[in-house]
């Protein structure tokens, strides 16, 4: 919140430098540790302290408007489906939530190409992959052409 | 030659390049296959396409879904709704094809994994509001990758793309696309027959309310960086609606999202004094929108502005009362949820300033505007429209394909179609796709080349920043001052200054006027101009001096459109005080740009509003 590491922890093995939509997470040269090389472009989307093997990851509130004494700590666990968060107010007030990820193991996603091959006619109709059967309707709806207006309304 | 002149190019062929791996680049990527089965479909992506784009942090909503099976909304409604929302001025044919394809694109989530709550009762999705379904999306993003990632011949991670490639043998036709591998520093040069610009909006083009710190915490992700506009831009493809940037309401400095809040909780928002305030501005904005302000639900931009006069009025706070909502533990269950799905920060800010919602009624304000094209607004290309549905005028080619031959584009990037959100932006890259895979199995023979020189001189330019610094760096002892290179924050804080005092920002209270405009244009010249002086350390810094280079000129695109329309379309998003009133007369219509990189003007025009939904 921005991120920091912890340097006990921290083993270097680069998944938060992989993961990191900001590219923000990178390796000190000299320690050969993480840490955030950017605090103010980071959107503490949390996507490093959930990708470290090693909860080596915390997040420290934006230091412009964030009071300390806070944390909120996250454990994703992709194997049991769950995420789970702790939230520690800077009074001590604590709240625990935890929630599902997914429904189905992970790397099961059918390939397009595991589905039959479209049809020619398939190619000019306004139908897209899966539809209209994916739709859960009859068919794919359009309108009636023709009714065009312009101006105000 | 240049000191970098020994980096590595690497030279990659596809049929179908998709340029950004979010949400729409997964859709396009995913639909690409299904029907380019032998095609080489190529996603590139300047992050990591698990946890890339807008979606990277999750959701805990998909805010489109019709719910055609359970007979719960037609595509229809959802074309009045965005229409009704953006003041009139919305590309219909657009949206009523997204409208029609987005449950399909839920069903496949659901399908792959994606938790969806369900109404005890019905059995059905659980609605948040009329178009909203609540789900546990933590792991939407991943989820979606997973489908792109098994589609893709391959996804290039880690790769920022700063310019399209246009054919030597055709006028007005794509190529492929360059970039730099942000790891390695090699130059990468993408052949391609048909191109998909899924890119993102752009945040931090206006100085944000944070600026230590936390000018992170941008409501829209700070990577989202403007690509989605400058890539066409550069090339001369028509761009509409850029005037169109969004203030959005939100939780005080974490910027955490409140729809869940109205809609599902049922609170509610008042002043300082415990007022209800909406109504009465009612009187006064009806003076300037007309009836537009009687329409239901209220247009976002309007419920924007009874905010920010009463603010002005000297009784803000405003705050959103959830003290009675959050008593319910089931109701406080989802409220901190909410954010732990998609706003992570807003419970951070809460919990270090000991704000727990059951017992304190949270302050809300308004951000610093963005401009993007899938949200509650819808700048971005001009792009041909359905087959089926699309008025003639608004049909030149294949759905979605820009008017640059072979250009196609999905989510932020296609303007006039809003409310399309995560999962309208997914349907929207089917949509490009399939008609780009048309696009390739129709063109036979005539592929586009890329010229040599071209991309050859386009290496030097891509890495010139790195030259830059490296030859200024040693005029000076140490530090970040240097008066032969601005480094990219320095740039970034400079555009963001002038956006927010010349083109509408919100020290200037989202105000702006003809002569503001003109001083502001002046100024992004000259930045502009500096732009050839950016001072890159290493390759991140070169990243962010090209996410730099799409702001700016998406920017400047902004302030050319707001200077074109000479109305206050949507007050609360901001207003053009030397015309303060909305225009049906001479503005009911879009405004549509082309940039021309040769003599560096802009050409302005109009474009007609075709209702075809009564």
Redesign the interface.
Known sequence: ??TFVYMTRCDGCGHCV???????M?IDPTHRRAYN???????????CVK?CPQNAID?R????????????R?L?EEAKGT?S?K?????G?E?N?V???????????????D?E??SQED?KS?E?????E????EK????T?G??????? | MGLFSSRKTVVVDSDVLVIGGGMAGCGAT??S???G?DLNIVCVE???I????AV??GLYAINTYMG??WNEN???DHVRYA?NDLM?LVREDLG??IA??V??CV??FEE????MMRDPETGQYQREGKWQIMI?G??YKP?VA??AT??ASKVYN?IMVTHLLMDKTKPNRVAGAVGFN?RTGDFYVFRATAVIVCAGGASHIYKPR?????????WY???SSASAYALPILVGAKMTQMENRIVLTRFK?GYGPVGAYFLHLKTYTQNAYGEEYESKWYDHTKELVGDYVDRHPVPTCLRNHALLEEVKAGRGPIRMVTKEAFQDPHKE?VG??NF??MT??Q????????I?PKHTNPELTTSEPYVMGSHATCSGAWASG????A?SEYQWGYNRMMTVDGLFGAGDTIGGAAHKFSSGSF?EG??AA?AAV?YV?NLGKEQPQVSEAEYEDLKKVVFKPMENYEVGRNEIVAGTVSPSYLLPMHGLQRLEKIMDEYVGGISANYITNEPLLTRGLELLEMLKEDLNHLGAEDL?QL??AWELQHRVIASESVAQHTMFRKETRWPGYYYRADHPKLD?TDW?CFTLSRYDRESGEWEMEKA???????
């Open positions: 919140m921005p992989d993961i990191c939509p900001s590219d923000i990178h090389i950017e605090p103010e472009m980071c959107w503490e989307c949390y996507s990708a997040a509130g934006y230091s412009d408007f964030a009071p300390l004494g806070h944390s909120v996250v994703r995420i968060w939230i520690k107010f800077r009074n007030t709240k939530f929630s599902p990820i997914r429904t189905t193991p992970w790397g099961s996603i059918k390939a397009p190409s589905y091959a479209p190619f306004q897209l992959a899966h539809e209209p994916a739709l859960n309707i794919l709806p359009t309108l052409p009714k065009s207006t312009q101006g105000a309304t | 995913y639909e296959r299904h029907w089965r300047k992050a990591n698990e946890r890339s784009g990277a942090q055609m099976q037609q595509p229809e229409r009139g009523y094809d029609r394809h449950d399909s069903h496949k792959w994994g994606l938790p546990h933590e792991s989820i997973e489908a098994k589609a880690r942000v944070a600026t230590g710190e936390g000018m992170g915490r941008t992700a700070p990577w400095d269950t901190w949820e732990l799905g992570i920060g419970a951070v800010v809460w919990a270090s300033q000991n727990d359905p087959e089926d549905v008025p349907a089917r949509i399939k048309n199995n991140h990243q962010r049906d009911h007609p509003v075709h209702h075809i939904i009564d």
